[in-house]
């Protein structure tokens, strides 16, 4: 990525590179908690936490990052190895896991063994599979992006990102009325030039889907 910018700018102003490795390394560290926390209310705390912060990082990276990806496709020499319809079906099958535990967490008895060595098990298939998405997109989109993209789009894509992971904060993820409305909230928000490139981003994806 080009130019530089003071701590103060860099941290208001954040590449959507930055932050997206940000939400890696936040649920890698939960995962790894779960596994090394012993009693069960501090795992089912842990656990719910996990569950949140990848809900609100697979939301915001819908909204943005692949619709960014479909449309600087074509300044993305290697752009074979990035298929945005792709990751967002592997979001979908993640989200599913989710959804079980989720549901999991209002009727799981901690001290059957069966239904907690269940629990551990959709954890580990959600966990594999999150995994594999991030560490593609660590390898694959996120450095074609910022190959692509000068820095300013970079952070422009940041605040759309943070815009959408704020909105989608306290919604029921898998309410489909909800996140359909969330485009016209997370606009609500944007200055105005930032606006109008996710009303761009966010017409072109669609339009193409």
């Given amino acids: ?11 208001q102003r954040a590449t959507i590179y930055d932050l997206i490795k940000r939400d890696h390394e936040v649920i890698r560290d939960l995962h790894h908690r779960y596994l090394a926390a012993h009693e069960d209310a501090n795992r089912i705390s842990i656990l719910k936490m996990l569950i949140r912060e ?28 990035s298929d945005p319809h792709r990751s967002r079906n592997e979001h979908r099958l993640v989200e599913t896991q989710l959804l079980k535990l989720e549901t999991m967490l209002t009727t799981v008895d901690t001290s059957d063994k069966h239904q907690r060595r269940f629990m551990d098990e959709l954890m ?14 660590e390898r694959h989109d996120l450095v074609y992006l910022a190959k692509a993209l000068p820095d300013a789009q970079l952070q422009d894509l940041g605040e759309i990102f943070v815009a959408a992971k704020r909105t989608v904060d306290g919604l029921h993820f898998h309410d489909p009325e909800a996140v359909a409305n969330v485009p016209v909230k997370v606009l609500e928000t944007l200055p105005g030039p930032v606006m109008e490139k ?12």
């Fill in 54 to 81: 990848t809900s609100l990082h697979a939301a915001a990276e819908d909204l943005v990052v692949y619709p960014a990806l479909k449309q600087f496709s074509h300044s993305l020499q290697e752009a074979v190895h």
């Fill in 198 to 209: 996710f009303k761009e981003l966010h017409s072109k994806f669609h339009k193409d889907s």
């Fill in 1 to 11: 990525m080009t130019g530089s910018q003071g701590p103060e700018n860099k941290a």
């Fill in 124 to 137: 580990s298939e959600a966990m594999t599979m999150l995994d594999k998405h991030m560490r593609s997109e």
